[in-house]
């Protein structure tokens, strides 16, 4: 049984370093930022991303609690953020122009849900 | 906060390991039941709670959200008996993110616990006493206000509500029973409260809440102002949870309002001009982050004093200058299902009345 634990921890382990090593390969080619974003009841935090016009980001959303929703508002993304513990959601977005674009829960989580809201800002590159 | 439509192609998504999550449409809810045995008395089952949830938009900018509770699962018209309560239905009418208004029944947004009531977000089967007997929860009212996120982590919501009803305020639980609910509330003036809370440190959030309004004694031309102030913070990284509390209430004119009350029923009610109580919890997660299932292990302390400072000519009575130490368990099959065992250990001041301590079993859920 112990030895049994010790392999599973190494395979864990090999698995691990490969995910991070493709995850740094796949920034390294696409000049992604990624942002990691906590979901719980009843905000995001972050809850305000800035980037330059033209970027292009991928937000990985991750719950502490239940499951929640991420809506681009007047945009085409709606996704579930899974509940804590089964898995993230992940959105790429890019600022093809200068504005605030504002993000919410869509999914009803609590007394709280009208809470849960943040924005997307994207400036111009220059000073 | 600007809404822009976002020209086709410019987000893109997809989700990495989410399994297929439940549906849930425009209704949700929460629900508990708990057995509670006191020291040296019989064991009580109670359906405390059924709570539905409904949200509707009629624009992307105009949202209702409503809340309907059924408390001890049969109402025959008085409170012990159960009691069906509007605790929240309003319109919100999002204008910008600094700068959002609400109106129709509203939390009060004092505590932590007040407007973060499902059963799997807060230890113990029963709430905090401090969020009992010191603010009042669940605490909510008639009015309207503004909310908003102000950047760098920072964001606020303020009311204006209807006052308290100084002749439900109590030696035993404070201004708990001068709740008006919104049931055709009476106004001779309005209430303000708010909350501020700032997000901005990693993991950490702080908060801090008042009331400031008046307590009227509908059935005498006596009132007397009432200040609750709060603050709050809450630490959650990896296994490790911390939240702690203090809150104060003042009634600067409680001894006239015990006088009127004698006098009208021959009963002192022996309000008490300063309230004050404090809790801090720590929660340990003993099963691996990252499970789906989660084991936890908690202890509290509390001190939750509702004859802090008497009127002059008044003593307190101690049996309601308590203190508690609860531990306990959590086990979340699910994180939406939550079962909870723990026992209080309950003490009070006075030397006669011996304050009871209780072990205690529950289930909720939040759907």
């Keep these: 049984m112990v030895v049994l634990m010790a392999r599973v921890r190494v395979w864990v382990g090999v698995a691990a370093a490969l995910g991070l090593a493709v995850a740094v390969a796949v920034q390294a080619q696409t000049g992604r930022r990624v942002v990691s974003m906590k979901a719980e009841r009843f905000a995001f935090t972050p809850s305000e991303i800035t980037i330059a016009v033209g970027e292009e980001i991928e937000i990985r959303l991750k719950s502490d609690d239940t499951a929640h929703g991420f809506r681009i508002v007047g945009g085409d993304v709606d996704i579930r953020i899974p509940k804590r513990g089964q898995g993230e959601a992940s959105v790429r977005f890019k600022g093809d122009r200068v504005g605030r674009f504002a993000f919410e829960c869509s999914h009803l989580c609590g007394a709280g849900h009208s809470f849960m809201r943040g924005v997307i800002v994207v400036r111009d590159r220059r000073p | 906060m600007t809404g822009a439509r976002l020209p086709a192609g410019i987000a893109l998504s997809l989700a990495i390991a989410a399994p297929a999550a439940a549906q849930t449409g425009s209704l949700s809810g929460y629900m508990d039941f708990h057995f509670n045995k006191v020291t040296r008395e019989d064991g009580v089952i109670d359906f405390?709670?059924?709570?539905?949830?409904?949200?509707?938009?009629?624009?992307?900018?105009?949202?209702?959200?409503?809340?309907?509770?059924?408390?001890?699962?049969?109402?025959?018209?008085?409170?012990?008996?159960?009691?069906?309560?509007?605790?929240?239905a309003y319109i919100d009418f999002l204008i910008a993110r600094r700068f959002n208004v609400r109106a129709g029944m509203v939390l009060v947004p004092v505590g932590?616990?007040?407007?973060?009531?499902?059963?799997?977000?807060?230890?113990?089967?029963?709430?905090?006493?401090?969020?009992t007997v010191i603010v009042p929860s669940t605490w909510f009212e008639v009015g309207a206000g503004v909310h908003g996120e102000l950047g760098g982590g920072w964001r606020y919501r303020a009311y204006v509500l209807a006052p308290l009803d100084a002749e439900g305020f109590s030696a035993d639980e404070g201004i708990r029973g001068g709740r008006q609910k919104g049931s055709a509330a009476a106004v001779p003036s309005a209430a303000l409260t708010g909350r501020v809370e700032y997000l901005g440190l990693r993991d950490l959030t702080l908060g801090g809440s008042v009331w400031l309004g008046r307590g009227h004694a509908f059935g005498t031309p006596l009132e007397t102002g009432v200040r609750v102030t709060e603050a709050d913070a809450r630490y959650s990284r990896d296994r490790l949870e911390l939240r702690g509390q203090v809150a104060h209430v003042a009634i600067p004119d409680a001894g006239e309002i015990n006088d009127a009350q004698t006098f009208q029923s021959g009963i002192d009610p022996n309000i008490a001009r300063g309230l004050l109580g404090f809790y801090a919890e720590a929660a340990y997660r003993v099963w691996a982050r990252g499970s789906p299932r989660d084991l936890v292990v908690f202890a509290r302390y509390e001190h939750a004093d509702t004859q802090h400072r008497m009127p002059a000519g008044w003593l307190p009575l101690e049996e309601f200058q308590r203190k508690a130490l609860t531990f306990g368990l959590t086990y979340f099959p699910d994180p939406d299902v939550a079962i909870k065992a723990d026992y209080v250990w309950l003490r009070n001041r006075s030397g006669i009345i011996r304050a009871p301590s209780s072990f205690n079993v529950g289930l909720g859920w939040w759907f």
Excluded: M
């Design chain 2, 48 to 88: 405390h709670r059924f709570v539905l949830l409904f949200s509707h938009a009629f624009t992307p900018r105009i949202r209702f959200v409503g809340e309907l509770e059924l408390e001890h699962a049969f109402v025959e018209g008085q409170e012990e008996a159960g009691e069906l309560e509007l605790e929240q």
């Design chain 2, 112 to 131: 932590i616990l007040n407007e973060r009531h499902e059963p799997p977000v807060f230890h113990g089967v029963e709430r905090p006493l401090v969020d």
